[in-house]
């Protein structure tokens, strides 16, 4: 079965600096693997995927991740915090097959400090 | 771009009432689900739908769930006697396919928050 483990419930950054946000998967098979960012009261919104093609994926708002399969990570960068960075950000991984569900991480609550 | 909608946004409702949530996919999507996020949790698959039928249900889906695409645009959700602990926001979500090989896009509603009292 395949699982998410986001290994930090809060991070805190200062506005201008670097954020990384860990995220570690278990998985039989490769996997496909996303980012999803929720703002205060918003929905859910895509920010990178990860579908078997390039290891270094980039998304929305400067964001990216690098998938490392001998270390199972697929951890969430981006070079500089912006104070609208501040959000709840989700590790996420698809199942594939007949249903295609996701499965959601915990959560990593990012803190974007001025 | 095209969106998945939900309504209502809130929902307050008492505890034994019954609720439907809405929302309306994206129009060539045939693949629908509900997700749910208690206060504080991550977000959890509830129910998959395809072809006009479950294709797929998480253990949260008792028999107080039930789902329905009534006229070929709508997806529903309705809770048949709501408790306490089914306050969440609970997300719609539609895609275009499934399968390992080929991602298909998975896109989300802005949730509809139910709170019961």
């Known amino acids: 079965a395949q699982s998410v483990t986001q290994l930090d419930s809060h991070v805190s950054v200062s506005e201008g600096t670097p954020v990384l946000l860990r995220c570690n998967y278990s998985?039989?098979?490769?996997?496909?693997l996303f980012w999803y960012v929720q703002h205060p009261n918003k929905g859910l919104q895509l920010l990178l995927k990860y579908t078997s093609a390039a290891t270094l994926v980039k998304g929305i708002n400067g964001f990216e991740a690098e998938f490392k399969k001998s270390e199972t990570s697929f951890h969430l960068t981006k070079p500089s915090a912006h104070m609208s960075d501040a959000a709840e950000y989700f590790c996420v991984v698809i199942t594939g097959g007949a249903t295609n569900k996701l499965i959601f991480g915990t959560g990593t609550l990012l803190a974007v400090q001025p | 771009e095209p969106e998945v909608t939900q309504t209502p946004s809130h929902q307050v409702t008492q505890m034994g009432q019954e609720v439907i949530l809405r929302c309306v996919p994206i129009?060539?999507?045939?693949?629908f689900y509900w997700y749910r996020q208690i206060l504080g949790q991550k977000v959890e698959f509830l129910v998959s739908?395809?072809?006009?039928?479950?294709?797929?249900k998480s253990e949260i889906f008792d028999d107080q769930f039930s789902v329905e695409r009534p006229d070929g645009s709508n997806f529903t959700l309705k809770i048949r006697s709501t408790k306490l602990e089914d306050s969440a926001m609970y997300f719609c979500?539609?895609?275009?396919?499934?399968?390992?090989?080929?991602?298909?896009?998975?896109?989300f509603g802005s949730g509809t928050r139910l709170t019961v009292v």
């Open positions: 739908f395809y072809n006009n039928e479950i294709s797929e």
């Open positions: 129009s060539n999507h045939l693949y």
């Open positions: 979500a539609s895609s275009e396919g499934t399968g390992r090989s080929q991602y298909y896009g998975y896109t």
């Open positions: 998985s039989s098979y490769s996997p496909s």
